[in-house]
Structure formats: structure tokens, C-alpha cells
């Protein structure tokens, strides 16, 4: 995670499950993409949260931006980047 507490909270949130080959893909474009622009990320283990588990088990991973549906199974790093530069929700 980008350690930036005075930022408040994360703007991107990543659903992961341990074991996942697209989550490890994700996790790496989504760190690269929050450390180059200065923003922080949260990631959550679906499977530690029954409904989280129950909504998006088939979607992991699951990418949220400003608390929005962002992507599901693959991050595109320019789409993310793009998602960035807009306003904070």
C-alpha cells in the first residue's frame, strides 16, 4: 500500500483473493500507476467479507475508483491513470 495518511482515504481499492494470477497482475499495475501519480490504494481479501465474497467472487480482481466500479479481471494502466486525473468524488 502508498503510505500517505494526510491524503485521506485510498482512492483506488482492489479486491484480491490469495492465489490469484490476475490479482498478483493487477496488484502490480495498480501499485505502479498510485505511486507514479501520488495517490494511495487499499487492498481487501474478498474472502474475508461474506458479501464482498458473495458479489464479486467471479469478478476478482475488482478495481474501485473514488468508491466507483472501476474494472474487473484486468487493470489497464492508462484507463486508471485517466481515472486519476479526474476530481476526487
Keep these: 500500500m502508498h503510505p ?11 479486491l484480491t483473493r490469495p ?4 490479482c498478483d497482475e493487477a496488484r502490480t ?3 505502479q500507476v ?15 467479507d461474506a458479501e464482498l ?5 467471479d469478478e476478482v480482481p475488482v478495481t474501485f475508483v473514488d ?5 474487473f479481471w484486468r487493470v489497464d494502466p492508462a484507463r486508471l491513470r485517466a481515472a486519476l486525473a479526474r476530481p476526487r468524488r
Excluded at 36 to 42: D, H, L, R, V
Excluded at 53 to 57: A, D, I, S, V, W
Excluded at 67 to 71: A, I, P
Design 4 to 14: 500517505d495518511a494526510d491524503a485521506g482515504p485510498a482512492r483506488v481499492r482492489l
Design 29 to 31: 499495475v495498480v501499485a
Design 53 to 57: 465474497r458473495r458479489r464479486y467472487t
Design 34 to 48: 498510485c505511486a507514479e501519480q501520488g495517490e494511495s490504494y487499499e487492498e481487501v481479501d474478498v474472502d474475508g
Design 19 to 22: 492465489g490469484c494470477h490476475l
Design 67 to 71: 468508491g466507483v466500479q472501476h474494472e
